[in-house]
């Protein structure tokens, strides 16, 4: 069963794909339970094929069609195939608009040696501001609720912490509907969907997909657009990595979580991605359903 989570949010400084959100679960995990629990219900969530998809505007699908992509030229000569190649490029639905606006903030830095701010130093960082009037959501597919009800916990406490980083000056405020108290709630229409048969089997990945060597194994990526996305921690600085953005269409036998561990000065990142296939036959209705 496939499960939903709605949400408003104001402001975020990251991007919420796929890999992003499991971070800030598997960051309250260990910040609500100890070393050894914590790991032990990561690799619950892998045990039970738990996928998760990107943030997503509730009701829209990222693109319209895989067909799309198949450039086939008019033109006989090699100009007006240069040409027409370049309209064709320009006029490519690879974008997934979240009606989103950027906003400049201007900083100063911390002294963290000795808590004060330093002179002389400000500079200018991005936010991600949401309309205040959409719904957004993600979705959860998973083979055990027990999963469920732990990552249920942990977006209750998210939800007063914020997500994502620079929390501590009001970024990532978000607010989860709930039904008796519930995040999570069943969707029944994206079950029919995910399991699904799709012509020529290709399928919507609603999930940004790390470029991992078991995923392109895996995974054979149909259309797509290549992102590189770059993080660190107070403690260490996280190693880049590229995926394909929410919205790629792929050819996939079974979708799955991949985990890979990342070590460094003693600390452990865990990184996850996963596919989250979904028929495409309902995406040639102008991506919505």
């Not at 198949?70 to 006029?91: C, H, L, M, Q, V």
């Not at 996280?238 to 985990?259: D, S």
Request: aromatic share 14%; with cysteine; net charge positive.
């Amino acid at each position: 069963m496939i499960y939903r989570a709605d949400f408003r949010i104001k402001s975020s400084k990251v991007k919420l794909i796929s890999p992003v959100i499991f971070a800030n679960i598997a960051k309250t995990y260990f910040e609500i339970l100890d070393e050894g629990e914590a790991l032990l219900q990561i690799q619950k969530l892998l045990a039970s094929n738990t996928l998760i998809s990107d943030m997503l505007l509730f009701g829209e699908f990222p693109i319209n069609s895989v067909y799309a992509e198949r450039f086939k030229p008019n033109a006989s000569d090699t100009k007006g195939k240069r040409d027409e190649y370049r309209k064709w490029k320009k006029n490519r639905k690879l974008n997934y608009f979240l009606k989103e606006t950027e906003n400049m903030r201007r900083r100063i830095r911390i002294d963290r040696n000795t808590g004060v701010a330093e002179e002389k130093y400000l500079f200018n960082e991005v936010e991600k501001w949401y309309n205040e009037n959409s719904i957004y959501c993600f979705y959860v597919y998973t083979l055990d609720k027990q999963v469920l009800q732990l990552m249920e916990l942990a977006l209750k406490v998210i939800e007063l912490t914020g997500i994502g980083v620079d929390t501590s000056i009001g970024v990532g405020q978000i607010e989860f509907y709930k039904e008796n108290g519930k995040i999570f709630k069943e969707d029944r229409l994206l079950s029919q969907l995910f399991n699904k048969e799709s012509s020529e089997d290709y399928k919507l990945n609603l999930a940004s997909t790390i470029l991992f060597k078991e995923v392109i194994e895996d995974v054979e990526f149909i259309r797509y657009k290549i992102q590189r996305y770059d993080s660190r921690s107070l403690e260490i600085v996280k190693p880049p990595y590229f995926y394909a953005e929410v919205g790629n269409v792929i050819k996939v036998k079974k979708a799955k979580p991949y985990l890979q561990k990342y070590s460094n000065k003693g600390s452990n990142i865990f990184i996850y991605t996963c596919t989250f296939p979904i028929s495409l036959d309902i995406a040639e209705k102008e991506g919505k359903w």
